[in-house]
Structure formats: structure tokens, C-alpha cells
């Protein structure tokens, strides 16, 4: 596995070839906002000026690159995938608690929960209407069912706290509806935009689910063993909140039935968890180590799709997006 | 204004013509719980058996009956509405701390907060999704319009709390997004699933608009005036939520500058709010009454709408919906 570009500091893909694309997305995130009402726009003001590391549009850009050209669609279809994506971050905040993000107070933090969840539900409304300017009743369809799929994954989630029958399948369906489904429409329906034919979009689409189910695992590591500071959001919550992620659903796999015994009593502690503990253990046990490898094994994976793409430098930037997140895994080994 | 009928037990709308269409609505609504994952299938299936007065739906079907014949569009847009307006109310009882919701427990009642918002979340995109089966962009784009439209509302509404500079002005405009713009699309939508020309369908989506808002009217006037047994649900919550409605506007306005501070105190006061007392002074000032007057004209505007409308039993019915509204605003007035 190529993996020897150093990791970006905020970002896992190579922002330079797709600079001026970006720039597009981002300003139009921001003139979305005059389609709300006056009384609305600066609520969603706030949420669109923060900044985010734009992962899914630049996908949808890439493709786009790689199949012919970056059109206007490929720009407006991240902006979609985006506005899903944060709907879903302040619903997630409001869900977790979080006070900060990004180095910024979280909508719930700055207006309570009330409003916070109309705030998503109107993001989330906006982003399904502008799915409708593509006038593509498919394309209307695959934006609403990912959109549910995220939901679902989180309801699953959110169910399943502090339940030690979770099972890694049950992890993986999570996260392939919860963060896979939108990495997922953000390069499959760049692909059906650039005109691709139904199997190749298909393989498209599987790329970026394989990508984005990586992506979680990494997130879930970095929650485990990431530095807040670098990392700009509240970590060690996961665990906390009861989600069993996948090194602890490795630790839980792999350990004696008296560990087991003794994982499961601190994990249902009500009491505060000796984090650094449980993650010295962890490590010991090597259950991180086997996470970062189930990541490496899917971008290896997802990488094998873009062989139906033409040599390009956006094909090849889609190629070291799996390297730079590959990068960030080995970080998390250590 | 002909309010001779007695108004129904549990509706604002003669059910027996279109039993068999409701009931078709009824069980489709509880088909769609089969188009969520089967973790998340229970809770979609307690929204989805909880019974509701479906007044929404109701208006599509009249709508379609009244222009040559109610078909399966029909039904599903009666659905679609329907359900988003289910994903709000589960995301107005979170809001509201609402414990119950037609003598049910409510879901965050059930549940939690958490994740009753991912429940409002799933319904609301599955009801968009299902938009994309009629095959019309101009649809998909209608719906999506008025689910944001309803989300703006409510933010306005939650953000305007406890505001004393709130206007009749804001009133109208927050009821006619939160609670007009589904009644809208109800009939207006249903009129172009007829194949009326725009026109006829832009007068349909006003009679729904007017409908809608005079609804909200005589729905704000119960909180402060009905019975809880009667209505099923907590009722006297508007104004301990800081929440003005048209009956206290009403009484602002017509207050004297001395009255004014003494309501503005009684309002503002985070002491437990002596409402009896407060709603003795809006009946003796007739602020009530001067609210269910106000519906009782948009009322008889709507039903002007129907004169496009050919004679038959479905016209009828759409006419005696306003009739049986009024009947039930009358009874807020003693």
C-alpha cells in the first residue's frame, strides 16, 4: 500500500488540483442561505460559515474530474451532500451533548436543543429541495434514501448504547448507513452526472461507501486515542455515551471470558470510565492495531474501483485520498 | 355562514364519504414502516399506529374526488403530507417536553430526546423520498418547499418566545409556514395530480393555505380556552413556552398602556403563570372571540375557492369542512 505522502494537516485528499472547484462549493454553502427566510438566514448562517474539511463535495468533485469534467452539477451535488451531512452534525451534537466543534460553540451550545433541531430539520428540508434542480426524479431518490440511511444508522446507534450485544456486523451496518450512504451518493451520482453508464456509477458508489465506512473507522480510532487539541471536537465520548466502536468491539472479541466479565462492568460503569485504562488495554491487546487494519483492507478495496476511470490526474487524487486517510490510520496505531 | 351541522366528535370533516380512501391512507401509512430497517421498524411503527384525525390526507382526497375522481396519487400524497407532518409533531413534543399526544405516551416520552430526533429525521426523509415516486420534479420540489417552510416556521415561532415585539403581522406569517404550507400542498398538490391547470391549482393551494391558518387559529384558542380530556393532549402549554398566540396578541393590542406592563410582567414572569386569572381578562376583553372572528373570515375566503370546482358530493364535503371548523371555533367563544 502506497502510503507515503505525509498526512494533510486538515484534510485526507490533495485540496491543491481541486482548489478553485472548492472555492465554488464553499461559496455557494454560503449563498444558501438567502434561500431561508430573513428570521432564519442567520441561524443558518452560523452552521454554513463554519468551516468543515468538505470530504464528501470533494469527492463528488474528483469523479467528476476523472469522468470528463467538473460540471456545475458535480458543484451542486456536494453542496447538497454537505448540507445533509451538517443537518446531521447539529443533530448529532444536540444528540452527544457536544459543546464545541471545530474550535466553535456547537448550535445547541449557543441556542439550546429546541432550536437546534428545527435548525437541522430545516437544513436537512433546504438540502432534499435542491436535490430537485438536477431534474432527476432518480437522482431525487438515491439524495432522499441516503438521507434516510443516515438517519436509520444513527437510530441503530443510538439504540444499541451500552448494549453489549452489538456485534461487529451490526458496526458495520451502522456506519455504512451512517457515514458510508452519503460518501456513497457523493461519488455515485457524480458518476451518473458525468453521463456513466448504470454499473459503472454502481462501482462508484461502492467505492465511496468502502471509503466513508474507512473513514468512521478512523473517526471511531481518533475518538479512542486523538488529541483534542489537533482534533478541534470534544473526544473520548464515544465510550462514554456507550457507542461500542471497533476496537472495543475487538478488545470484547478477542478477550477471556473473565476479561469480558471485567470489560463489560466498566463499559455499564455508571461511574466515571479510567479512559486512559481501558485504552492502555486496548492497545496492549493490540484491538486498535486490528481496526486500522480492517481500514487499510477497505481502502485497499475501494482503491480497485477506479481502475474504470481513465488515467487523470483526478483519478489519481482519488487514489491518494486512500493513501492520505491509509496515513492517518498508521497515526492511530501508535 | 352555514355552521348548522353539530361539529364531529374527533374531526372538521364528514369522513363517511371517503371512509374506504381514509382507510386505504391508514393502512399505507402502516406499510411504510416496512421501508425502514427492521431495528428501526418498531418505533416508525408506534408514530405510524398512533391514530391521528388525518385532516391532511382528508384534503387531498375531496380534492381529487371533486376534480374527476380520487386515485392512488391521491392517496399517496395524503400519505406523504401526513407523514411529514407526523415527523414534526414527534419533533414539536421534544420541543415542548410533551409527555402525551392523543391520551399516547409521546416518543421522547417513551424513548428520550436523542432519539426521537433521529425518529422525526427518518420519517421526514422517507416522506420526501416517497415524493420521488410520481415522477414529477415540480412535485418533489413543492414538497420539499413546504416541509422547509414548516421548519422555518417553527424556528421563527421558538426563537420569537417570550418576545413582546411579536406582531399579528409575525403570527400570520409563522402559522401560515408551520401549519398552511402542509395544507397547501394537500389540496394544491392534489389539484395538479388531477391534471388542473395551474391556475385552478394555485386557487386550490390558497383555500388549503386559508384552511390551514384558520386551523392553527382555532387549535391556538383551544390551548388556552378546551378541555384536555376532551382533546387528548396537554393542553395550556403556549404561554408558560413564552409561545404568543392570536388571542393574547389580541389582548396586547387592545390593552391599555398600564394593562400592557401588567400583561407584559404576567408573561414575562418565570413564576408559575395564574392562568385562569389571565384568561378570565382575555375573555372579558373578547380577545378570544376577536380571534375565532378572524378565522371564521379567512373561513369563508377559502370556501370561495370552491366555485371552480363542478358540483358533487366531494365539493360539498370540502365546503362543509370550513362549516364544521366554524362550528368548533364557535365553541371556543363561550
Request: charged content about 25%; glycine content about 8%.
Amino acid at each position: 500500500m502506497a502510503t507515503t505522502q505525509p498526512p494533510l494537516r486538515d484534510g485526507i485528499f490533495p485540496r491543491l488540483l481541486i482548489r478553485r472547484e472548492l472555492e465554488r462549493v464553499e461559496s455557494s454553502i454560503r449563498a444558501q442561505i438567502h434561500a431561508f427566510d430573513p428570521a432564519v438566514e442567520p441561524y443558518v448562517g452560523y452552521i454554513c460559515d463554519t468551516p468543515g474539511k468538505r470530504i464528501r463535495p470533494a469527492l463528488s468533485i474528483l469523479v467528476g474530474g476523472a469522468c470528463g469534467g467538473v460540471s456545475v452539477d458535480h458543484i451542486k451535488l456536494g453542496v447538497i451532500v454537505e448540507l445533509i451531512h451538517m443537518a446531521t452534525l447539529v443533530h448529532d451534537d444536540i444528540i452527544d451533548g457536544a459543546e464545541t466543534r471545530r474550535m466553535e460553540p456547537t448550535a445547541n451550545a449557543k441556542w439550546g436543543n429546541s432550536l437546534s433541531v428545527l435548525l437541522g430539520d430545516a437544513l436537512f428540508s433546504h438540502a432534499l429541495t435542491l436535490a430537485t434542480d438536477f431534474d432527476s426524479i432518480d437522482i431525487c431518490r438515491r439524495v432522499g434514501r441516503a438521507a434516510r440511511d443516515v438517519c436509520q444508522g444513527e437510530i441503530i446507534q443510538t439504540q444499541r448504547r451500552f448494549d453489549l450485544t452489538f456485534t461487529k456486523e451490526d458496526y458495520f451496518k451502522v456506519i455504512g448507513m451512517k457515514t458510508g450512504a452519503l460518501f456513497a451518493i457523493a461519488t455515485g451520482i457524480a458518476a451518473t452526472l458525468s453521463g456513466l453508464d448504470e454499473e459503472s456509477a454502481e462501482r462508484l458508489h461502492a467505492y465511496g461507501m468502502k471509503l466513508g465506512t474507512a473513514y468512521q473507522i478512523y473517526d471511531d480510532c481518533l475518538d479512542l486515542v486523538g488529541s483534542e487539541d489537533r482534533v478541534g471536537k470534544t473526544l473520548r465520548t464515544d465510550l462514554l455515551k456507550g457507542k461500542l466502536t471497533l476496537p472495543i468491539l475487538n478488545l470484547l472479541e478477542t478477550a477471556s471470558e473473565s476479561q469480558r466479565i471485567k470489560l463489560n462492568r466498566r463499559i455499564l460503569n455508571q461511574e466515571p470510565l479510567d479512559l486512559p485504562v481501558l485504552l492502555g488495554i486496548a492497545e496492549y491487546a493490540g484491538a486498535v492495531e486490528s481496526a486500522v487494519d480492517t481500514a487499510l483492507r477497505l481502502i485497499d478495496e475501494c482503491r480497485d474501483a477506479l481502475d474504470l476511470l481513465a488515467p487523470s490526474p483526478y483519478r489519481n487524487a482519488l487514489d491518494q485520498i486512500g493513501g492520505y486517510l491509509a496515513g492517518l490510520l498508521q497515526q492511530c496505531r501508535k
